[in-house]
């Protein structure tokens, strides 16, 4: 099973890094894989430091929601 992790493009880093920031918590991470898809604010899905899908706000939302109401358990 493969787990992934909302984040919102913050800044870039050059053509190949971005910085996120991932529930207050900024990293840098590698968008190679979708380069020419995204925009400053974007919301995309990281697994082992690569964005891997770019996502709509409301759906990056759901998520959040979702790992909150798991981290309330």
């Known amino acids: 099973m ?3 992790v909302v984040a919102k493009i913050i800044e870039f880093i050059d053509q190949t890094q971005a910085k996120v920031d ?3 918590v900024t990293k840098i991470i ?3 894989l979708l380069k020419n898809e995204l ?5 995309v899905l990281i697994h082992t430091g690569f964005a ?3 996502i709509d706000e409301s759906k990056a939302m759901e998520i959040i929601n979702a790992y909150d109401k798991i981290d309330n358990l």
């Open 30 to 32: 590698t968008i190679s």
């Open 22 to 24: 991932i529930n207050g």
């Open 39 to 43: 925009e400053l604010n974007d919301w």
């Open 2 to 4: 493969c787990l992934s």
């Open 52 to 54: 891997i899908a770019k």
